[in-house]
């Protein structure tokens, strides 16, 4: 269409060779209206040598995709479950597919000699078989990349697609005409110097062969050009976000002040050379004039606390005030019981400061940190934001895994400061998603364990060894030490739970161990009973203690030795760790004991990380591979990326370059304003400029 010559990528995708009205209505469901979004409408899969897998080479379990022929089909029932079976052949062998659900469907997909590529875990069961396979009806020409060495691109096609001939044919030749635009519109932003540094091809040659590679070398280049784009981007904003933090004025808090050595000398531990050399990252950060913005990450019992109780003494030690958040009100309860002791020895006032207070003792509060007579508080998100006024917020320290959103920076700003932040996060978080979450920020690792501790035995049981457990348990208290047992209560609703908690408890007391002191504490114990029922187990008053989940941040008692998890099997990989770590901080050794009750394949393959692995490094990683990044960190967190092709799993090495690369360039080129960067600051400002805060840079 020689008419079309010159125009941009933002022509309406009507105007492609092939597409036209009536497909283009139905293309722009799918989110494609301009040429670019059908040149950035990626396939969902490859087929080719290498991705294709033989059915004489398949093995059980392996995930694998098969391109074959249907011999055969038909319904079959057994067990009065009616399912359908196809047979498979791709001249090397037999491959059964079977649907349970929605066979009637199914049936009415395939004819007997369609060439179909399925894609499915092996399973073995009177043969090789898949189960619920995804699948791609394959035209003739699509059928073959094994003998002929090609590459072919599979896209996500749906009913609507399919229904205007939009199916794999269909979608290959309008793409191909879409990317002939390509000729007088190139998309590259980058210079070749960064090219070859980073060792990357063209862009617009990416996004041919992201199409048609001309073989399987070309389409992982080219696939690695596109997931750099997504992940340079993506820092580009991390990098501008921490510019613009860090370079809004901050205060100088270079004083050391008599609070830090006064705490310090009341210690009855040395701190470790992870915690001292965090302390002393801190300390910079509030010496120079930029506002800290830090992550602190530590495994459970690697000893937070104390580093951001001896932070916040630097603060009160330079004339600012301090507000510690916690996530939830009982934790919040919990560290204002840590802080305040440590404090109150050096005469620093600390205030808690949660919703069910009784108004009075609000208010007085509330005037107290106008007047800056409180120098610490500690409560809930709300203590920043609402009707609290501080005389002068200095640090804020955030103990929660999720970060600290943009927007509440931005509130504080409003107020009028800027104070350092510091935020600890309960749960390590995996390395490549740290620096895309928060990759803005500086991060601080206590990768350190106190010396004296030694790493739990963990082991799992089913209800018939519990018997010997629980005579292990006595054992453990005649040495004198305590046990603590958990029962699942995931949301402090679930009646149910709360329930079977109580039965246990009752059934422990009367049945197991009639001679010991039980204890139990769950989410609805009115408070004052709580702090009673922690305090006598602290003394050893109460030898075990059963509780639902609520301990899994808190308990502080190293005289703890066992950890015994009721239906460990429901609970989250994270979870566990944490609730591990709740024993063995002493210098006895710890015993975690999983009683798994009813199996599952994902729950037998999270146990088997717990199991393995002592690390909490470690586990995350695992828990991101077992769980994919949406879920890891929740939906919401996620779903800010709108990304085509780039994977936080396997990104790894990636993104660290891409990364490096971004930050390069702002440090070189802080607001994108050099020429040879006007094309990355006009992409920028096209995808990404409504993620940057709304932070003044003044
Ligand atoms: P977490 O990192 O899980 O928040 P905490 O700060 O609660 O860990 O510390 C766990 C326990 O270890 C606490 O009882 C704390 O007093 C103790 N602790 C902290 N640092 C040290 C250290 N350097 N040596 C010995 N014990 C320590
Ligand atoms: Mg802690």
């Not at 899969?45 to 392996?62: A, G, Y």
């Not at 047992?485 to 079977?500: Q, W």
């Not at 920028?684 to 003044?698: A, C, E, G, I, K």
Request: hydrophobic share 40%; glycine share 8%; net charge neutral.
């Amino acid at each position: 269409m020689p008419e079309l010559r010159g125009k941009g990528l933002d022509t309406p995708v009507q105007w492609v060779k092939g597409v036209g009205p009536k497909r283009s209505v139905v293309l722009a469901t799918e989110g494609v209206v301009a040429v670019r979004d059908l040149i950035y409408y990626f396939p969902r899969r490859h087929l080719d040598r290498t991705t294709v897998t033989l059915i004489r080479d398949l093995e059980k379990d392996m995930p694998a995709t098969v391109v074959g022929k249907v011999e055969a089909g038909g319904f079959r029932i057994s067990k009065r479950r009616k399912y359908y079976q196809m047979i498979v052949n791709d001249s090397t062998g037999f491959l059964t597919c079977t649907w349970f659900n929605g066979a009637d469907y199914i049936k009415k997909v395939f004819s007997v000699g369609d060439k179909v590529a399925f894609h499915g875990k092996i399973d073995f069961f009177k043969g090789l078989q898949m189960i619920h396979p995804e699948y791609d009806i394959l035209t003739d020409e699509e059928s073959d990349p094994l003998h002929t060495g090609a590459v072919i691109p599979l896209y996500p096609s749906t009913q609507a697609l399919k229904s205007v001939g939009l199916d794999g044919r269909g979608f290959r030749r309008i793409i191909n005409s879409a990317l002939d635009f390509l000729e007088d519109n190139r998309e590259e932003f980058f210079d070749e110097e960064l090219l070859t540094g980073q060792g990357l091809i063209q862009l617009d040659d990416a996004l041919r062969f992201i199409h048609f590679a001309p073989d399987s070398d070309r389409l992982s280049q080219a696939m690695r050009r596109l997931k750099f784009d997504e992940h340079f981007f993506l820092q580009l904003l991390m990098a501008l976000r921490k510019i613009g933090i860090t370079e809004s004025k901050g205060r100088v808090m270079s004083k050391v002040g008599p609070y830090l050595k006064l705490i310090y000398e009341q210690l009855d531990f040395e701190l470790t050379q992870a915690q001292k050399r965090v302390l002393k990252e801190i300390r910079q950060d509030m010496g120079s004039p930029k506002v800290m913005n830090r992550l602190l990450q530590g495994d459970v019992g690697s000893g937070k606390t104390i580093v951001a109780i001896l932070a916040a003494a630097i603060v009160v030690g330079n004339d600012a005030q301090v507000a510690v958040m916690a996530p939830t009100e009982i934790l919040a309860h919990q560290h204002y019981g840590v802080f305040e002791s440590y404090l109150k020895k050096v005469q620093i006032t600390t205030a808690l400061l949660v919703g069910k207070q009784r108004s009075s003792e609000r208010k007085k509060i509330l005037e107290g940190i106008a007047e800056g007579r409180v120098q610490v508080v500690v409560g809930t998100h709300a203590i920043i934001q609402e009707d609290v006024r501080f005389k002068d917020l200095g640090f804020v320290v955030i103990d929660e895994q999720q970060r600290f959103g943009v927007m509440q920076r931005g509130k504080l700003l409003e107020k009028g400061f800027n104070p350092d932040v510091l935020i600890m996060t309960a749960t390590p978080i995996p390395r490549t998603l740290a620096i895309t979450y928060h990759g803005d920020m500086d991060i601080s690792l206590l990768d350190e364990m106190p010396k004296d501790r030694q790493p739990p035995m963990t082991r799992k049981v089913n209800e018939d060894t519990l018997k010997k457990v629980y005579s292990f348990m006595c054992d453990q208290v005649e040495k004198g030490r305590q046990c603590i047992i958990v029962y699942p209560l995931i949301e402090e609703s679930e009646k149910s739970d709360l329930e079977a908690a109580e039965a246990g408890f009752e059934y422990l007391s009367a049945k197991i161990f009639p001679k010991l002191k039980l204890a139990l504490l769950h989410g609805r114990i009115k408070k004052e009973e709580k702090d009673e029922i922690m305090d006598r187990f602290s003394a050893n008053e109460i030898q075990i203690l059963v509780a639902t989940s609520v301990v899994e941040v808190g308990i502080d008692v190293p005289n703890a030795t066992v950890m015994l998890i009721e239906n460990a099997e429901r609970f989250g990989l994270t979870q566990l760790h944490q609730l591990r770590g709740r024993i063995g901080r002493g210098s006895e050794k710890g015993y975690c004991i999983l009683v798994e009750r009813k199996i599952t394949e994902t729950s037998r393959r999270r146990l088997d990380v717990i199991l393995r692995i002592n690390d909490g490094f470690e586990i995350s990683d695992e828990d991101l591979k077992l769980r994919g990044p949406g879920e890891f960190y929740g939906t919401k967190q996620h779903g800010y990326l709108k990304w085509k092709i780039a994977d936080l799993v396997k990104d790894g090495s990636i993104i660290r370059e891409a990364r490096k690369a971004a930050f390069d360039v702002i440090e070189e080129d802080p607001h994108l304003t050099l020429a040879g960067h006007e094309k990355i600051r006009k992409r920028f400002m096209r995808d990404y400029q409504h993620m940057l805060p709304m932070v003044n840079v003044s």
